[in-house]
T-cell receptor
Framework: DQQVKQNSPSLSVQEGRISILNCDYT??????FLWYKKYPAEGPTFLISISSIKDKNEDGRFTVFLNKSAKHLSLHIVPSQPGDSAVYFCAASNQAGTALIFGKGTTLSVSS | GAGVSQTPSNKVTEKGKYVELRCDPISGHTALYWYRQSLGQGPEFLIYFQGTGAADDSGLPNDRFFAVRPEGSVSTLKIQRTERGDSAVYLC??????????????FGPGTRLTVL
């Protein structure tokens, strides 16, 4: 059973607009969440993270929001750029810090 | 500096054969992780090393899978009697410290394993 869910397999956005990628989780014990970005034939690269003691974390064009009561997080990219086109994975760290639990990913396409 | 490297980048084998996949983590990183990514799925955790020892191998699917890290740096994932269902991209990651859930994991490019 998937503990981290990304229900939208794909998202298409125009350059300059906002991209919003969503993620839901089922385990209320998860305390730390991450977003990774993956280009074809490369490994995932870390993008941004958030601890459960916060509800927002911002890094340049990327902002992650966490709603603990809804067990939901979202990644906002603004403004979106064609180079942002990639697969985005939401992940949660297990409490022991021994593993990341990933969603299935959302493929973002940003058109110019 | 050099990132995580994995060899080979591609491996094609026949059902029933034995394969070894190698991971060179970032120098000085204590923690090393193996994941498997099947088509259309996210990476799925296999095993975690803290130094030389496997601290969490709960993700290994069965006893055909085994991994070692004898000197606390390079790791080898070994798969015996390969099956077609083992076909996937095998990803390795490392992080600076062990058992710290806020540590960033840095991933290698993966080894694409195809079992015919």
């Amino acid at each position: 059973d998937q503990q981290v869910k990304q229900n939208s397999p794909s998202l298409s956005v125009q350059e300059g607009r906002i991209s919003i990628l969503n993620c839901d989780y089922t385990n209320s014990m998860f305390d730390y969440f991450l977003w990774y970005k993956k280009y074809p034939a490369e490994g995932p690269t870390f993008l941004i993270s958030i601890s459960s003691i916060k509800d927002k974390n911002e890094d340049g064009r990327f902002t992650v929001f966490l709603n603990k009561s809804a067990k939901h997080l979202s990644l906002h990219i603004v403004p979106s750029q064609p180079g942002d086109s990639a697969v985005y994975f939401c992940a949660a760290s297990n409490q022991a810090g021994t593993a990341l639990i990933f969603g299935k990913g959302t493929t973002l396409s940003v058109s110019s | 500096g050099a990132g995580v490297s994995q060899t080979p980048s591609n491996k094609v084998t026949e059902k029933g054969k034995y394969v070894e996949l190698r991971c060179d983590p970032i120098s000085g990183h204590t923690a090393l992780y193996w994941y498997r990514q099947s088509l259309g799925q996210g990476p799925e955790f296999l095993i975690y090393f803290q130094g030389t020892g496997a601290a969490d191998d709960s993700g290994l699917p069965n006893d055909r899978f085994f991994a070692v890290r004898p000197e606390g740096s390079v790791s080898t994932l070994k798969i015996q009697r390969t099956e077609r269902g083992d076909s996937a991209v095998y990803l390795c990651a490392s992080s600076p410290t062990a058992g710290t859930f806020t540590d960033t994991q840095y991933f290698g490019p993966g080894t694409r394993l195809t079992v015919l």
